[in-house]
């Protein structure tokens, strides 16, 4: 059974940072691309960022370049979301994405999601 298991959200200010986890199992974690997408309240879902297989290659969307990293840890089967200089635009449940074909280009279907994890961000 594959899981993809979110942890590192909360509340913070304004400026502030947050790094979100995702923790992969059941499946063969270094043959995935792992991707971050966000969901605010009354709007659609979003694709934020992507990393290759092997960390080297990654995308992002342009409201985050600058502000967010992508990276991942394939001993760990862990994918990070890196978030500083956080604004209340940020406020959103946050979800990791699996995918095994196809790379760091957002798609409109992906294998597995985690569970979401909420970031709120004050002003």
């Known amino acids: 059974q594959v899981q993809l298991v979110q942890s590192g959200g909360g509340l913070v200010q304004a400026g502030g940072s947050l790094r979100l986890s995702c923790a992969a199992s059941?499946?063969?974690?270094?043959?995935?691309?792992m991707n971050w997408f966000r969901q605010a309240p009354g709007k659609e879902r979003e694709f934020v960022a992507a990393i290759g297989r092997n960390g080297i290659s990654t995308n992002y969307a342009d409201f985050v370049k600058g502000r967010f990293i992508i990276s991942r840890d394939n001993a760990k089967n862990t994918a990070y979301l890196q978030m500083n200089n956080l604004s209340p635009e940020d406020t959103a449940v946050y979800y990791c994405a699996a995918r095994r074909w196809g790379a760091t280009t957002p798609y409109s279907t992906y294998d597995y999601w985690g569970q979401g994890t909420q970031v709120t961000v004050s002003s």
């Open positions: 059941g499946l063969t974690f270094s043959t995935y691309v």
